[in-house]
């Protein structure tokens, strides 16, 4: 969470910067002491909470409220005022808390905990490439596989698009081996080494099992062969003819 402090005062700024802290908000605080600074880095970054004194010169926080709105139309507007005859513009600009100076710790929590625009944690971006050789990144950055099988494995499980395939399929396309003990169990080993990788960068959920079958939820991750399929323009111009490359059975339809 990103958190601005707007307060002509400093004795103000620093105290509720304080009871922030003290509540141990996952957040990082930037304070202002004039309304016009505050704007500018604004309009630089991404602000989900502003805690706004009123009376301030310049341009008080009615009115700074108004040009943060305008900025980012999500951003949570708390008014945190020694004066309580802005209600009325506080509710008219829907603003998320109203405080009165000097604000209690558990009325700060209980403004934050009541957000207008609930705060989501981002998301990792997931991105599998398909087309040239095959990498999957998170924002951006390849993923390291503990074993090459294991990303083999999940290249495959990519490439049938979210359809299910079971352990005799798998065992055919991994180790082009019979179907016994030995294959079984170092499918089990290479399936729990991808589940371990994906799991230390929050992606786990990608993977789906059942009994006997393996498949991956294509909705929660991108992918340049599923926009090819939608008809894309940008993936349709980024094949250049070759697809998983570093694989034998890869074949593009």
Same mark, same amino acid.
């Given at each position: 969470m990103d958190i601005? &402090?707007?307060?002509?005062?400093?004795?103000? &700024?620093?105290? &509720?910067?304080?009871?922030?802290?003290?509540?141990?908000?996952?957040?990082?605080? *930037?304070?202002?002491?004039? *309304?016009?600074?505050?704007?500018?880095?604004?309009?630089?970054n991404k602000i989900d909470v502003a805690f706004l004194d009123i009376s301030m010169p310049e341009m008080n926080g009615v009115e700074l409220a108004k040009e943060l709105k305008r900025v980012n139309p999500q951003i949570n507007i708390i008014f945190c005022t020694g004066f309580s005859e802005y209600m009325h513009e506080a509710i008219d600009l829907h603003a998320s808390g109203y405080l009165l100076k000097p604000a209690s710790k558990e009325d700060i929590k209980?403004?934050?905990?009541?957000?207008?625009?609930?705060?989501?944690?981002?998301?990792?971006?997931?991105?599998?490439?398909?087309?040239?050789?095959?990498?999957?990144?998170?924002?951006g950055v390849p993923l390291k596989f503990i074993r090459s099988k294991s990303k083999e494995l999940f290249?495959?499980?990519?490439?049938?698009?979210?359809?299910t395939t079971n352990r005799k399929e798998l065992t055919a396309i991994l180790f082009e081996d019979a179907y016994d003990e030995k294959t079984q169990n170092y499918l089990s080993k290479i399936y729990k080494d991808l589940k371990s990788t994906l799991d230390s960068v929050g992606a786990g959920n990608l993977l789906v099992k059942d009994f006997n079958t393996y498949?991956?939820?294509?909705?929660?991750? *991108?992918?340049?062969?599923?926009?090819?399929?939608?008809?894309?323009?940008?993936?349709?111009?980024?094949?250049?003819?070759?697809?998983? *490359?570093?694989?034998?059975?890869?074949?593009?339809?």
């Open positions: 601005i &402090l707007v307060d002509d005062e400093k004795y103000a &700024l620093n105290s &509720l910067q304080k009871k922030l802290k003290e509540l141990e908000v996952d957040a990082n605080i *930037s304070i202002f002491d004039r *309304s016009v600074y505050a704007l500018e880095f604004a309009k630089k209980k403004a934050l905990n009541n957000l207008l625009n609930p705060v989501e944690p981002p998301m990792p971006h997931f991105y599998a490439r398909t087309f040239g050789t095959f990498d999957f990144f998170v924002d290249a495959y499980l990519i490439s049938i698009r979210g359809s498949s991956v939820n294509t909705r929660l991750f *991108s992918c340049d062969l599923y926009d090819y399929d939608k008809g894309v323009p940008e993936a349709i111009n980024n094949y250049k003819g070759t697809y998983m *490359s570093q694989y034998e059975w890869a074949d593009f339809d």
